[in-house]
């Protein structure tokens, strides 16, 4: 159980999610024991979330059938193994490491990420706001569930869900990953003002204000 106590609908959906791998509507509703209009509700919500994709299969004749999946934030709901390895790794890597040569890793390991990524976008001058979809759509195919918006005259990245939640906790170190991988591709430095390790309800990035009026300098010439 994901909380202590006894499962909430959400819960028991994710849990039969992680142990059937995929499943279809009414194999969830099967499964959960409430009618199929409930379980799409909750299965609406968890997509909403980030924790829960779907996708089209061939199944015989007809139209192909929807089934819906964990995403990665949705795995690192449960304890697996694999999450324990690593953070472990990290700890063995704390211990015998300098902390600036750590936190040195995590941001080179994010620039290599961001250096995949700009090989297949445009390679065309792209205004402030092009770039920030870009960030969304790198993001979002990296687990987290993210928005941004242009709030008090700063532009805002809020990510909702980080797919490094459970290795956060114990090593924020991995927050530069994302930091790290936004101010890469937007080529500009970005500050954190909220964080979900924090307390925060979610984790958010602003652009500073010098910075957003140099692009758009750049941009008008």
């Known amino acids: 159980m994901l909380n202590g106590t006894s499962p909430t609908t959400r ?3 994710l849990l039969n999610l992680l142990r059937q791998r995929q499943c279809t509507i009414n194999e969830l509703a099967k499964a959960v024991e409430i009618n199929p209009i409930s379980v799409r509700h909750h299965i609406t919500r968890l997509e909403a979330d980030g924790l829960v994709v779907s996708e089209e299969q061939r199944h015989g004749v007809g139209r192909p059938r929807k089934v ?23 700890q063995q890597l704390k211990d015998h490491m300098p902390t600036e040569l750590v936190s040195k890793l ?22 402030l706001e092009q770039r920030l979809e870009l ?6 195919n990296e687990g987290f569930n993210v928005e941004w918006e242009l709030k008090d005259d700063r532009y805002h990245i809020r990510e909702i869900s980080c797919p490094y939640l459970h290795i956060g906790q114990n090593h924020p170190e991995v927050c530069r990953v994302d930091q790290t991988l936004i101010s890469s591709l937007l ?3 970005v500050e954190k003002i909220q964080c979900i390790l924090d307390g925060d309800s979610h984790c958010t990035y602003v652009i500073p204000n010098e910075e957003r009026e140099l692009i758009q300098t750049e941009n008008s010439t």
Request: zero cysteines.
């Open 187 to 189: 080529n500009v430095p």
């Open 68 to 90: 819906y999946l964990l995403s990665e934030a949705g795995l690192e709901h449960f304890p697996t193994r694999y999450l324990r390895l690593t953070i472990r790794l990290l």
């Open 135 to 140: 960030v969304k759509d790198v993001l979002i």
């Open 11 to 13: 819960e028991r959906i």
């Open 106 to 127: 995590f941001t080179d390991m994010a620039n290599d990420i961001a250096e995949d990524y700009a090989k297949s976008m445009p390679g065309i001058n792209l205004s």
